[in-house]
């Protein structure tokens, strides 16, 4: 099983809201990512969480708040949007951070919009 | 930053191979070469990594040159399903991120 389960798929939320986005892997891999994709952009890192600790944050705002309660599950909690936020998040895993020549695998992205 | 270059488009005949180049020239030895393609509004799809040898899988090829600094996926009979962007990344050894370049738009014609 090499899935990676995003939901909501769509979501739509209105400035003053607080959302979150849930990702879901259960391939036993220990680093998981957030990225940001605009519409004809390629993804942009937005965090990597290693070992459920945070390792890397791109300079993200701090509207967009990430949790790794657990090796299985990756949360970006949402607050105080803009509509500028408006984009595709993907989650994505691999088995470790650290750990040269594996790959990662993609969920199929929640779809954001900010009204 | 992304470390690689590639053309912004290509076109290719349904059922004729499809090769897609990648410029990596700044690449550190002990740094792999993955492709990526994402399909219209669906997430990321790993294809295939290789590090100096050529690999094949289900899917592709890919072809390495001896100095490392560029790459071509070769998909070997291109169907209109092949239709996406292709995205060749170097994995960066210090952080270990996946950063994608800009990619190639593939549309296969029929």
């Given at each position: 099983d090499t899935e990676v389960t995003q939901t909501p798929k769509h979501l739509v939320m209105g400035m003053t809201n607080k959302k979150s986005l849930?990702?879901?892997q259960?391939?036993?891999h220990r680093a998981m990512y957030w990225y940001k994709q605009k519409a004809k952009k390629p993804p942009e890192l937005m965090f990597v969480y290693s070992y459920?600790?945070?390792?890397?944050?791109?300079?993200v705002p701090s509207r967009f708040s990430p949790e790794c309660p657990n090796s299985s599950l990756l949360n970006l909690h949402l607050h105080a949007l803009q509509p500028e936020d408006s984009a595709l998040y993907l989650c994505a895993s691999s088995p470790q951070e650290g750990l040269a020549g594996t790959e990662a695998f993609?969920?199929?992205g929640t779809r954001l919009t900010v009204v | 930053d992304a470390k690689t270059t590639?053309?912004?488009?290509?076109?290719?005949a349904e059922g004729r191979a499809a090769n897609l180049p990648c410029n990596h020239s700044t690449i550190s030895g002990n740094e792999y070469v993955y492709w990526y393609r994402q399909i219209h509004s669906q997430g990321p799809q790993y294809i295939i990594h290789g590090l100096k040898n050529n690999e094949t899988?289900?899917?592709a090829s890919l072809i390495i040159t001896e100095d490392r600094k560029s790459s071509t996926l070769i998909l070997p009979h291109?169907?209109?399903?092949?239709t996406a962007v292709y995205y060749c990344i170097v994995r960066d050894t210090g952080t270990y991120k996946y950063i994608f370049g800009t990619g190639t738009r593939l549309k296969v014609l029929a």
């Open positions: 849930k990702c879901e259960h391939m036993g459920e600790k945070l390792s890397i944050n791109e300079s993609f969920g199929q | 590639q053309p912004t488009s290509m076109d290719c899988n289900e899917m291109a169907t209109l399903r092949d």
